[in-house]
């Protein structure tokens, strides 16, 4: 037999043996129920055997199904001299069964104890279904993911981590995990490592679930990992009264109720749609494009990269997206919102989305006014309105004089209130109002500018030379032609004398840009750049958008920086 070590922990800590000479091999497989003692049984084996009831005899048909939805085995039930060969006997309180591990072609054994009452019942969420997946996974190939045995022997590593080492990941541990430690019910499926080995074992079974399935799931919902082999498929938590987690990502868990992380999805299997509870759901969409349906209480839905259609349905929820909120354009109004970054999102009945930089709370606006990825002039309007520039340099005319509105700033975005309302604005670089005009790319070029005009000449810019070179800059100019022209100027050479050494202009720049002196090792380092051939235009520049300046300039720097409109 080939190896099958595979490097990855989830998988060798749990493969030990497999019918098939190479790994990824389909197997077609006989099993039977044993009479009598069969030939060759230990002393073990025989003690106080029986053959099972129709009743035991169909939970192993119950369990059998569950391997073959998910792997590449083909089980067969014969009379007798099966591959797996089943019975029952006395283990006392040592065990609630054992079975064997392939070895070549040889026949297995697999013995549940007969003294144990829950070997004789196999509805869902039973101790008994769970303990043959068990059992049936040894006469597969699998191990115990950890140094354990019933019998105690010592069992073969690598095992998993502590942390995976139960239930929840695998039917092999003999650890329960938050599933069961919650709602006291054991597994139906093979769970996610589990259908990870035995796949790596036998090849995944393609031609399961192909259609278009919704998987439909109550508070107490027994551990099961679902293997989807294709169609559009449903998540369906609309039975759950509690808080809920759905995670429609592979190889990630969901949870019926707070903490119970008893619904998983197997790797490589694409779960498109949601549907939550009604005590408030955290849903995780994944990269298909998924449909996701909010429910009564207040949701928060992680986008997840595709073109998702997301309804909020009832209560106040919230979107979240992962990048700021400048790689994302909006349109449409805010009750059905269109979000384009990260696939084109449809939204409607959303109260709030999440970026990683800011918040907009979409039920205090009545209207979206959206530019376009120009450079737009938009026109603001009476009552409370969300306005996103996009993409370009984007202007907000404001009837009224500058005097009439206030402004506050966060991170990413800018509020302007006065009488006839309060908008908050997106991606607006420009304000004119009827008797001025405001930059309000303070993280862009009317930053940069400020910057440069207090580390040149140690003030603030004039609102005429502030609107010449901003229009330079929005035109492409760039930051070290700009600071060349501050450098050559007359309020330059009046400042710091028309010969100013090297020494002069960087200790003028470190009194002006830092407001210190300077250290010996920068000063070292800038006098070498400007004799080795620098411009004092590009160390300008320098000190004006280091770290340490930009940071003492924020501390400053105004919501907006007035200037006059060059229109030459």
Not at 48 to 71: E, H, I, K, N, S
Not at 204 to 226: E, P, V
Not at 385 to 410: E, K, N
Request: charged content about 10%.
């Amino acid at each position: 037999m080939a190896s099958l070590t595979t490097g990855i922990n989830s998988i060798d800590a749990l493969v030990s043996s497999s019918w098939a000479a190479q790994p990824g091999q389909a197997e077609v497989l006989t099993y039977s129920f044993l009479t009598t003692v069969p030939d060759g049984a230990t002393l073990q084996d025989a003690n106080g055997f029986a053959p099972m009831t129709d009743t035991q005899q169909q939970g192993v048909r119950q369990a059998l199904a569950a391997w073959a939805a998910v792997a590449n085995i083909t089980f067969q039930e014969v009379s007798a001299d099966g591959n797996i060969q089943l019975g029952t006997n006395n283990q006392g309180n040592t065990s609630s069964g054992y079975a064997y591990l392939p070895d070549g072609n040889e026949p297995v054994t697999l013995y549940t104890n007969n003294q144990d009452s829950y070997n004789f019942s196999f509805a869902d969420g039973d101790y008994g279904i769970s303990v043959l997946i068990h059992e049936i996974g040894h006469t597969l190939g699998l191990k115990h993911p950890g140094n354990y045995d019933s019998g105690g022997a010592s069992i073969k590593g690598p095992f998993l981590p502590t942390a995976t080492d139960t239930l929840d990941y695998s039917q092999m541990s003999y650890n329960v995990g938050a599933g069961y430690a919650l709602n006291h019910n054991y597994g139906i499926t093979a769970m996610l490592y589990d259908i990870q080995a035995i796949q790596y074992l036998y090849g995944a079974n393609m031609s399961y679930h192909t259609g278009a399935d919704t998987y439909s799931f109550a508070k107490d919902a027994a551990l099961q990992c679902i293997w989807d082999a294709g169609g559009t498929d449903t998540f369906d938590f609309s039975a759950c009264r509690d808080a809920t987690v759905i995670n429609l990502n592979a190889g990630s868990f969901s949870s019926t109720a707070p903490g119970y992380n008893n619904i998983s999805i197997a790797y490589n299997v694409t779960i498109e749609r949601a549907v939550a509870g009604s005590g408030g759901s955290t849903i995780y969409g994944n990269a298909a494009g998924n449909v996701i349906i909010g429910g009564a209480g207040n949701d928060v839905i992680y986008q997840g990269g595709g073109s998702d259609q997301i309804s909020g349905g009832g209560g106040s929820d919230t979107v979240v997206f992962t990048k700021a909120v400048s790689a994302y354009d909006l349109a449409g109004s805010v009750s059905q919102l269109t979000v384009s970054g990260d696939g084109v999102d449809t939204l409607s009945n959303i109260a709030r989305l999440q970026f990683s930089d800011t918040v907009i709370q979409l039920s205090n606006y009545s209207a979206l006014m959206a530019g376009t990825s120009g450079n737009d002039t938009l026109q603001a309007g009476a009552g409370n309105q969300l306005v996103t520039g996009g993409a370009g340099i984007d202007t907000l005319l404001v009837d009224g004089s500058r005097g009439s509105y206030q402004l506050s700033a966060s991170s990413a975005t800018v509020t302007l209130s006065g009488a006839s309302g309060s908008d908050l604005l997106v991606g607006v670089e420009r304000l004119q109002f009827a008797d001025g005009a405001l930059a309000l790319d303070t993280a862009g070029s009317a930053g940069q500018l400020y910057r440069l005009y207090g580390a040149m000449f140690n003030r603030t810019p004039d609102a005429e030379g502030f609107g010449f070179w901003l229009d330079a800059r929005d035109l492409g100019v760039s930051m070290v032609s700009i600071a060349d022209s501050f450098v050559t100027s007359e309020e330059f050479a009046n400042i710091y004398g028309a010969n100013a050494s090297d020494q002069t202009f960087l200790t003028a720049l470190y009194s002006n840009v830092l407001h210190r002196t300077p250290d010996a090792d920068g000063y070292s380092w800038w006098l070498n750049a400007l004799h080795d051939g620098a411009t004092r235009a590009s160390v300008l520049v320098g000190f004006s958008d280091s770290v340490e300046n930009v940071a003492l300039m924020s501390q400053i720097m105004p919501v907006g920086v007035a200037y006059t409109q060059w229109t030459g």
